[in-house]
């Protein structure tokens, strides 16, 4: 498959690609331009690739109608949590399952396992139950809790098992010789050789977190307590009519700073989550 | 530096016994190979000495002390592995520098020792570079400067050469054994290549289906091993064996009749003679060859006895052809025998 | 030979390390037991109840709920919709997927950036991603506004029923299939060249070289991908809330839509937690179903 090809073919390749790039990027651009159109010109016709009026005056009412700033705060913290927290315990949880002879293992190891068939979709209404009992409704706990112990993490520590399995055992030994013990060994050996898996991890458990919306609308009903996706789906008018430019400001808001996250790392991201979703 | 003894040392898995009691003395700065086929349990003794094992029986001592229960940092030891085990995200300096750390050494005495293996090991270009900069030999050397740097009672090597090419191998082993001569740390090798155990030792241990079989030095073994399986196992092209019955007349196989020296006791026997103990002579027996193997110094002759396939070596230049017969002569006084059945030395 | 018996210590490294081992886990274990495990045990427990909300009641009703379940007029047309969903959106996803990886695999300069602009949406926020889509897909938005400067007249997507699953799949084929095609380029890059190379020599056309080598050489990640992707499936919920709230009639409310609405709009607890009992046991199968072809057919695995 791999030879040169023929100037023509790579023509065709590329003219290819770029028709099927339309429904990738085009929404992306839509997203960005229509929220700097002024109400009047977002059902324009013909549609505006590039807008003819432009209208900034839309970001600042996505912080007027919503406690956007407090959302976004919401979302960000409760992601970074979410993330420290599963890497913490997914790599501790999925290192002793590789790499530390212990009885019962194998048995525990099932029983984290089994999170895997259950998405919280599942168990959704008795979470609901104890977070109530908990008196955890309206507050961030269940969106911080579930993702950092349920289906995801018990993937993360999955993922981080099968990496620490591939890991020579003669570092460890020669790191006992050296004179380390089991919490040393996984913190100054194991850790830092885990850096691809980690990555991998702390990326599907962001975008997971970030992305989550089923809990919020079951656990929050308070304006300020809401999260992105949440509060991205709230900016109606009083007939509850969609007020475009300014949703569309609000999503370029969520979105963009992801989005140029990834494409700066983009090589380490792309990768490493191709090297663990093989061996996941 | 210490020695380290070993007092009928077992070790099981579950109910699977894999070492069966094994006695070794090691004294004092010695050079102790131990070698054996794979599965035979050196690599398993060695790891119980470093302590990566437990030990199910018996006792081992570094020094005065009886080691069984102390981790492996405790034992005042340091390991080469097979792999080398280089921390992959450390320089060569952080390398070695880790053991030193981790027991509280201040940062200029890591710096002197560090750089006084270095040197030793010409490494001093090589110590900010990472692992994966290196070559096969190169990080061979920085897993020995990792082990000399902090100047432990033993030096334990877990087959060290075996992930080098054949040149680089031999060029290694002249410089593990130089730098046992410089420091005089007790050693113990292990290896599965006799020949590395024949040129390093100061003793070798055979070890078998986890007993050993003999323990002396490399020529020792070679000239009286004490039973079949060392003669067989020490030396390349491995000694030929012929089973048959020692008569009056000299060592009678099928097919053929050898000469013996005198004095042995009559009765069915296997008869050892090394490759080169034969010699081209139109006194000596009428041999078939079936492939003849010139290497410049020496010629590598595969023949039949009667009906016994053995390899000879010869000094001279053998210019027979497959098919052809020539005149072998074995020397009498270089044959060893052993009993039939249990294998021992009978000679 | 005897030996005066030693004291052995109390802390031998079997021990230490089975005290590190618990440590290590106990985090996850407690955190899945809690959160994930006795969850799944009150859900059973629930769906063998009527809970009345209003009044306050939870009575035992046996198999009632599950009787239920059989004759729910609605429950035929959300697995029906489940089924399209699902299948509609593995079909495209895979074939798509490896269409692109295939593309994206091709010696191209500036090949990285089309790679990096496919597996974009991947990073967007899922609900933006579905609140542009729904924005584009209004009867006056930005698609048929383009469809009409051609001339044609396209739907009114959302509203009606077909076009609005196709809706649906579509817009959460383009949001992920960007990670499937990355796991199929790496999956087409483990192809040894040499196979090319013989192929070649052997005169077969890249047509029957992608048939008779890709295709085989891959098929472990097309199992592997399609039930991940079958079982992510059945957990779309935002999409359908934002787009069409399982509208119009009951033509895009998936299994997992529907368990929300009868349990949280309609405060049908018991009866949810039925519905909760059935995806389970569909995911359950899919999961197994991936383990077993896992541990037949990966054999690079360990």
Same mark, same amino acid.
């Given at each position: 498959?791999?030879?040169?090809?023929?100037?023509?073919?790579?023509?065709?390749?590329?003219?290819?690609?770029?028709?099927?790039l339309i429904p990738f990027v085009f929404p992306t651009w839509w997203m960005i331009t229509s929220s700097v159109k002024p109400i009047s010109d977002i059902f324009a016709f013909p549609p505006?690739?590039?807008?003819?009026?432009?209208?900034?005056?839309?970001?600042?009412?996505?912080?007027?109608?919503?406690?956007?700033?407090?959302?976004?705060?919401?979302?960000?913290?409760?992601?970074?949590?979410?993330?420290?927290?599963?890497?913490?315990?997914?790599?501790?949880?999925?290192?002793?399952?590789?790499?530390?002879?212990?009885?019962?293992?194998?048995?525990?190891?099932?029983?984290?396992?089994?999170?895997?068939?259950?998405?919280?979709?599942?168990?959704?209404?008795?979470?609901?139950?104890?977070?109530?009992?908990?008196?955890?409704?309206?507050?961030?706990?269940?969106?911080?809790?579930?993702?950092?112990?349920?289906?995801?993490?018990?993937?993360?520590?999955?993922?981080?098992?099968?990496?620490?399995?591939?890991?020579?055992?003669?570092?460890?030994?020669?790191?006992?010789?050296?004179?380390?013990?089991?919490?040393?060994?996984?913190?100054?050996?194991?850790?830092?050789?885990?850096?691809?898996?980690?990555?991998?991890?702390?990326?599907?458990?962001?975008?997971?977190?970030?992305?989550?919306?089923?809990?919020?609308?079951?656990?929050?009903?308070?304006?300020?307590?809401?999260?992105?996706?949440?509060?991205?789906?709230?900016?109606?008018?009083?007939?509850?009519?969609?007020?475009?430019?300014?949703?569309?400001?609000?999503?370029?808001?969520?979105?963009?700073?992801?989005?140029?996250?990834?494409?700066?790392?983009?090589?380490?991201?792309?990768?490493?989550?191709?090297?663990?979703?093989?061996?996941? | 530096?210490?020695?380290?003894?070993?007092?009928?040392?077992?070790?099981?898995?579950?109910?699977?016994?894999?070492?069966?009691?094994?006695?070794?003395?090691?004294?004092?700065?010695?050079?102790?190979?131990?070698?054996?086929?794979?599965?035979?349990?050196?690599?398993?003794?060695?790891?119980?000495?470093?302590?990566?094992?437990?030990?199910?029986?018996?006792?081992?001592?570094?020094?005065?002390?009886?080691?069984?229960?102390?981790?492996?940092?405790?034992?005042?030891?340091?390991?080469?592995?097979?792999?080398?085990?280089?921390?992959?995200?450390?320089?060569?300096?952080?390398?070695?520098?880790?053991?030193?750390?981790?027991?509280?050494?201040?940062?200029?005495?890591?710096?002197?020792?560090?750089?006084?293996?270095?040197? #030793?090991?010409?490494?001093?270009?090589?110590?900010?570079?990472?692992?994966?900069?290196?070559?096969?030999?190169?990080?061979? *050397?920085?897993?020995?400067?990792?082990?000399?740097?902090?100047?432990?009672?033993?030096?334990?090597?877990?087959?060290?050469?075996?992930?080098?090419?054949?040149?680089?191998?031999?060029?290694? *082993?002249?410089?593990?054994?130089?730098?046992?001569?410089?420091?005089?740390?007790?050693?113990?090798?292990?290896?599965?290549?006799?020949?590395?155990?024949?040129?390093m030792a100061d003793k070798i241990v055979v070890l078998n289906a986890g007993k050993v079989e003999q323990i002396g030095a490399p020529l020792d073994l070679y000239d009286r091993p004490v039973?079949?399986?060392?003669?067989?196992?020490?030396?390349?092209?491995?000694?030929?064996? #012929?089973?048959?019955?020692?008569?009056?007349?000299?060592?009678?196989?099928?097919?053929?009749?050898?000469?013996?020296?005198?004095?042995?006791? #009559?009765?069915?026997?296997?008869?050892? #003679?090394?490759?080169?103990?034969?010699?081209?002579?139109?006194?000596?027996?009428?041999?078939?060859?079936?492939?003849?193997?010139?290497?410049?110094?020496?010629?590598?002759?595969?023949?039949?006895?009667?009906?016994?396939?053995?390899?000879?070596?010869? *000094?001279?230049?053998?210019?027979?052809?497959?098919?052809?017969?020539?005149?072998? *002569?074995?020397?009498?006084?270089?044959?060893?025998?052993?009993?039939?059945?249990?294998?021992?030395?009978?000679? | 030979?005897?030996?005066?018996?030693?004291?052995?210590?109390?802390?031998?490294?079997?021990?230490?390390?089975?005290?590190?081992?618990?440590?290590?886990?106990?985090?996850?274990?407690?955190?899945?037991?809690?959160?994930?495990?006795?969850?799944?045990?009150?859900?059973?427990?629930?769906?063998?109840?009527?809970?009345?909300?209003?009044?306050?009641?939870?009575?035992?009703?046996?198999?009632?709920?599950?009787?239920?379940?059989l004759n729910d007029p609605a429950l035929p047309q959300v697995l029906v919709a489940s089924a399209i969903f699902s299948a509609c959106l593995v079909v495209l996803n895979m074939t798509l997927?490896?269409?692109?990886?295939?593309?994206?695999?091709?010696?191209?300069?500036?090949?990285?950036?089309?790679?990096?602009?496919?597996?974009?949406?991947?990073?967007?926020?899922?609900?933006?991603?579905?609140?542009?889509?729904?924005?584009?897909?209004?009867?006056?938005?930005?698609?048929?506004?383009?469809?009409?400067?051609?001339?044609?007249?396209?739907?009114?997507?959302?509203?009606?029923?077909?076009?609005?699953?196709?809706?649906?799949?579509?817009?959460?084929?383009?949001?992920?299939?960007?990670?499937?095609?990355?796991?199929?380029?790496?999956?087409?890059?483990?192809?040894?060249?040499?196979?090319?190379?013989?192929?070649?020599?052997?005169?077969?056309?890249?047509?029957?070289?992608?048939?008779?080598?890709?295709?085989?050489?891959?098929?472990?990640?097309?199992?592997?991908?399609?039930?991940?992707?079958?079982?992510?499936?059945?957990?779309?919920?935002?999409?359908?809330?934002?787009?069409?709230?399982?509208?119009?009639?009951?033509?895009?409310?998936?299994?997992?839509?529907?368990?929300?609405?009868?349990?949280?709009?309609?405060?049908?607890?018991?009866?949810?937690?039925?519905?909760?009992?059935?995806?389970?046991?569909?995911?359950?199968?899919?999961?197994?179903?991936?383990?077993?072809?896992?541990?037949?057919?990966?054999?690079?695995?360990?």
């Amino acid at each position: 498959m791999k030879t040169d090809l023929s100037p023509t073919i790579k023509t065709a390749l590329y003219g290819l690609m770029c028709v099927l790039l339309i429904p990738f990027v085009f929404p992306t651009w839509w997203m960005i331009t229509s929220s700097v159109k002024p109400i009047s010109d977002i059902f324009a016709f013909p549609p505006d690739l590039w807008p003819r009026r432009f209208d900034f005056t839309t970001y600042g009412k996505v912080f007027e109608l919503q406690p956007f700033a407090q959302q976004y705060w919401n979302s960000a913290y409760i992601a970074a949590i979410v993330t420290v927290g599963t890497m913490a315990f997914s790599s501790m949880a999925g290192y002793a399952f590789a790499r530390i002879k212990f009885p019962g293992a194998d048995f525990l190891f099932t029983i984290v396992l089994l999170g895997l068939l259950i998405p919280s979709e599942v168990t959704i209404v008795p979470l609901f139950q104890i977070f109530l009992k908990w008196g955890m409704i309206n507050t961030h706990w269940p969106l911080i809790l579930v993702p950092i112990f349920g289906a995801p993490s018990v993937f993360a520590t999955f993922v981080m098992r099968q990496f620490f399995i591939a890991l020579p055992g003669e570092l460890e030994e020669a790191a006992r010789v050296d004179g380390l013990g089991r919490f040393k060994i996984f913190w100054i050996i194991a850790l830092p050789l885990a850096k691809p898996a980690l990555g991998a991890v702390a990326i599907f458990t962001f975008l997971h977190s970030w992305n989550l919306y089923l809990e919020p609308i079951v656990f929050i009903s308070a304006k300020n307590m809401f999260t992105l996706p949440q509060a991205l789906t709230q900016f109606t008018d009083a007939y509850g009519g969609a007020m475009w430019n300014i949703q569309m400001a609000a999503a370029t808001m969520t979105a963009l700073p992801v989005l140029l996250v990834f494409i700066v790392a983009q090589k380490q991201f792309v990768e490493g989550l191709a090297h663990t979703g093989l061996k996941g | 530096m210490a020695p380290v003894t070993l007092r009928a040392v077992k070790k099981s898995y579950g109910d699977a016994p894999v070492i069966h009691g094994v006695d070794i003395d090691i004294a004092d700065g010695e050079f102790v190979v131990l070698v054996g086929p794979s599965g035979c349990g050196k690599s398993t003794l060695l790891r119980m000495v470093a302590g990566l094992e437990t030990i199910t029986d018996g006792e081992v001592s570094i020094g005065p002390r009886v080691v069984n229960d102390l981790d492996p940092k405790d034992r005042d030891i340091a390991m080469v592995f097979q792999n080398y085990a280089l921390y992959p995200h450390m320089t060569v300096e952080t390398n070695m520098g880790f053991s030193l750390e981790h027991r509280g050494a201040s940062k200029a005495e890591i710096a002197e020792r560090v750089n006084w293996a270095a040197d #030793i090991l010409g490494l001093v270009p090589l110590l900010k570079r990472y692992p994966r900069q290196l070559s096969g030999g190169q990080r061979q *050397r920085v897993a020995m400067g990792r082990a000399i740097v902090r100047n432990p009672q033993v030096f334990l090597f877990d087959e060290p050469l075996s992930n080098l090419d054949a040149k680089l191998r031999v060029v290694m *082993r002249g410089e593990i054994k130089s730098l046992h001569q410089r420091l005089g740390v007790t050693t113990i090798y292990v290896t599965h290549d006799q020949v590395e155990a024949m040129t390093m030792a100061d003793k070798i241990v055979v070890l078998n289906a986890g007993k050993v079989e003999q323990i002396g030095a490399p020529l020792d073994l070679y000239d009286r091993p004490v039973n079949q399986f060392v003669a067989g196992f020490i030396g390349s092209p491995s000694m030929n064996f #012929i089973g048959g019955k020692i008569t009056a007349d000299g060592f009678a196989a099928a097919g053929i009749v050898l000469p013996l020296p005198p004095g042995l006791a #009559i009765g069915d026997a296997v008869y050892g #003679i090394r490759p080169e103990h034969f010699e081209l002579s139109p006194a000596g027996v009428a041999a078939t060859v079936l492939l003849v193997e010139p290497m410049g110094s020496e010629t590598q002759v595969t023949m039949t006895l009667g009906e016994h396939q053995v390899i000879g070596v010869f *000094r001279e230049r053998v210019k027979a052809k497959p098919g052809e017969t020539i005149m072998v *002569r074995p020397d009498p006084a270089s044959v060893h025998l052993f009993d039939a059945t249990t294998g021992a030395r009978i000679n | 030979m005897t030996t005066p018996p030693r004291p052995h210590p109390f802390w031998t490294i079997e021990r230490r390390d089975a005290v590190a081992g618990y440590t290590f886990i106990a985090p996850q274990l407690i955190g899945t037991i809690v959160f994930v495990l006795i969850p799944l045990g009150l859900v059973f427990w629930y769906s063998l109840h009527e809970w009345n909300v209003l009044a306050n009641t939870f009575t035992f009703k046996g198999a009632a709920n599950y009787q239920h379940l059989l004759n729910d007029p609605a429950l035929p047309q959300v697995l029906v919709a489940s089924a399209i969903f699902s299948a509609c959106l593995v079909v495209l996803n895979m074939t798509l997927a490896i269409l692109l990886a295939v593309l994206l695999d091709q010696k191209l300069r500036g090949i990285t950036v089309f790679r990096t602009l496919f597996f974009s949406p991947v990073v967007v926020s899922l609900v933006a991603w579905t609140i542009v889509w729904g924005f584009l897909l209004q009867n006056n938005g930005g698609i048929n506004g383009f469809l009409q400067m051609f001339g044609i007249t396209g739907p009114n997507w959302l509203r009606n029923s077909t076009t609005a699953m196709i809706s649906v799949v579509v817009v959460q084929v383009f949001k992920n299939v960007g990670l499937n095609m990355i796991l199929f380029l790496a999956a087409l890059q483990g192809v040894p060249k040499e196979l090319y190379e013989a192929a070649r020599v052997d005169g077969a056309s890249p047509f029957k070289q992608f048939r008779r080598i890709t295709l085989p050489m891959i098929s472990p990640t097309i199992l592997l991908t399609s039930i991940i992707t079958i079982v992510g499936s059945l957990q779309v919920f935002a999409q359908i809330a934002v787009l069409t709230q399982g509208g119009p009639g009951f033509s895009t409310t998936v299994l997992v839509y529907y368990l929300y609405q009868q349990a949280f709009q309609f405060h049908f607890f018991g009866y949810g937690s039925t519905l909760s009992i059935l995806l389970f046991v569909i995911v359950a199968i899919l999961t197994f179903a991936q383990w077993q072809l896992r541990k037949r057919i990966v054999f690079y695995e360990n």
